[in-house]
């Protein structure tokens, strides 16, 4: 599987960007999408993943109620849709993905994907 994320660029507090993870090679049908974000000296941290099978989700604190994960079967793609971003939201955004199998429960665990996009850029300016 190869991963393809974009959508990232520069914008003001406030407004919103939608994050795109297409898969290339094979389907999600039986993968946890996630996309991660490492800001400029920080952890690579965990934003929000979904199960496609059952499009069960998981957000980080920081980010709940502002951003909205949704898939395109047909696209084999799955959005990001950040909203209301602020500026602590700067970040180099990755996709990742790993087979159900490797389990829900260790989706924080980045050792746990197979696979991962090459990042996009996010900056959030006050």
């Not at 939608?18 to 993968?31: E, I, Q, V």
């Not at 400029?40 to 059952?54: F, M, N, S, T, Y």
């Not at 180099?92 to 991962?116: F, H, L, M, P, Q």
């Amino acid at each position: 599987v190869q991963l393809q994320a974009s959508g990232g660029g520069t914008v003001q507090a406030g407004a919103s960007l939608r994050l795109s993870c297409t898969a290339s090679g094979r389907t999600f049908s039986r993968h946890t999408v996630t996309w991660f974000r490492q800001a400029p000296g920080k952890e690579r941290d965990l934003v929000a993943a979904i199960r496609w099978k059952d499009a069960l989700t998981y957000y980080a604190d920081s980010v709940k109620g502002r951003f909205t994960l949704s898939r395109d079967n047909a696209k084999n793609t799955v959005y990001l849709q950040m909203d209301s971003l602020r500026p602590e939201d700067t970040a180099v955004y990755y996709c990742a993905a790993k087979e159900d199998r490797a389990g829900w429960s260790t989706i924080s665990n980045r050792d746990s994907y197979n696979y991962w996009g090459q990042g996009t850029l996010v900056t959030v300016s006050s």
